[in-house]
């Protein structure tokens, strides 16, 4: 039964649950390591099982997604947006840094679905990236417990055991609530939150780019951070108007701000899907598009158009229309 409680534990933590299977491996650890690690292999395969399941709902589902990662206790969207650069910047090896710095599984295999990353290859790095630490943490109670055993009673242990992963998540909870969503204080984040504001006050109507959508979708709401490095910064975005979701793109380099790019989620179900160089007309009050080629069926041609203008560069894929 016990190895049972440990592989839904693990299946359930990589979803949408807040604790860590090291609880029920620790304790069980303080009578016996062999069963504990036997456990964290159960505990494993339920964590594989769970983010798998987690990554097909965020590649079919990502704003829903994000809705129900964010809404689990200890999670914020700077946490979520942490995950997503490390994950630009160090791939599958990515996996294995969250154990160290206390950010749960589930965003990684969220992040990886989102970024649109092989599954398999996520599947392969958490392997080893999970099974690592169960072992490290049930070999720690064994060996803290072992000196202990001698001198107090089991009930005792327990207690002691119970009273430590009540401080650890006091302080993780409490560390982790007061984080605000907010677009972060870097120069992309700058540049992001004057492009909103001109967006928001019909600056950019005229915009040969953004001017089509601005009736249609405006005004849009900050919603969380994808990713935030200080000169590329990615935001979810919404319209009050249509329900529709906006992820936007700012990359700004020493010498020029790059092409801000939008990706149209339309509704809040939408997979995400390239349409090249098609920039989508709002229906309003609908949060549906349909994509037409304002510009040239030519990205580049579109780009230098947009360019000519003398307005923000961008450039907006549009995803299929929501089932």
């Known amino acids: 039964m016990i190895l049972l409680v440990a592989f839904l534990w693990g299946w359930a933590e990589a979803t949408v649950f807040f604790i860590v299977p090291d609880v029920l ?3 069980i650890a303080l009578r016996s390591l062999r069963t504990a690690l036997i456990a964290g ?11 798998a399941m987690a990554f097909d709902f965020a590649n079919l589902h990502p704003a829903s997604s994000r809705e129900i990662v964010e809404s689990i206790p200890g999670i914020s969207d700077r946490m979520v947006g942490e995950v997503g650069t490390q994950i630009e910047r160090h791939g599958a090896s990515a996996v294995f840094l969250g154990p160290l710095r206390g950010i749960p599984y589930k965003i990684y295999a969220v992040q990886w679905a989102w970024q649109h990353r092989p599954l398999m290859t996520f599947l392969l790095a ?3 990236a999970r099974a690592i630490r169960f ?17 107090v009673r089991e009930r005792t242990l327990i207690t002691i055991h119970v009273v430590a992963w009540t ?29 909103l504001e001109s967006y928001n006050g019909w600056k ?31 935001v979810w975005t919404k319209s009050e108007v249509t329900d529709t979701w906006l992820s936007l793109r700012r990359s700004i380099s020493s010498s020029h701000t790059r092409p801000a790019c939008a990706r149209a989620v339309y509704g809040r179900e939408a997979p995400l899907e390239s349409a090249g160089s098609e920039a989508p007309d709002f229906a309003p009050g609908t949060g549906v598009a349909t994509a037409t080629k304002r510009f040239s069926s030519s990205a580049r041609s579109w780009r230098k158009r947009a360019a000519r203008a003398g307005t923000t560069t961008s450039r907006i894929t549009s995803s299929r229309r929501p089932a």
């Open 167 to 195: 401080a650890f998540y006091t302080v993780y909870f409490t560390a982790h609530a007061s984080a605000q969503t907010t677009v972060p204080s870097t120069p992309a984040g700058a540049a992001m939150t004057r492009f």
């Open 135 to 151: 072992v490290l943490t049930s070999v720690l109670a064994a060996m803290i417990a072992a000196p202990l055993r001698r001198r």
């Open 126 to 128: 958490s392997v080893p």
């Open 41 to 51: 292999v159960l505990a494993t395969f339920g964590a594989i099982v769970g983010g």
């Open 204 to 234: 950019l109507a005229g915009d040969n780019v953004w001017g089509p959508q601005v009736c249609g979708v405006r005004p849009l709401r900050f919603q969380a951070v994808v990713t935030s490095p200080p000169h590329d910064l990615r």
């Open 25 to 27: 491996l620790t304790l």
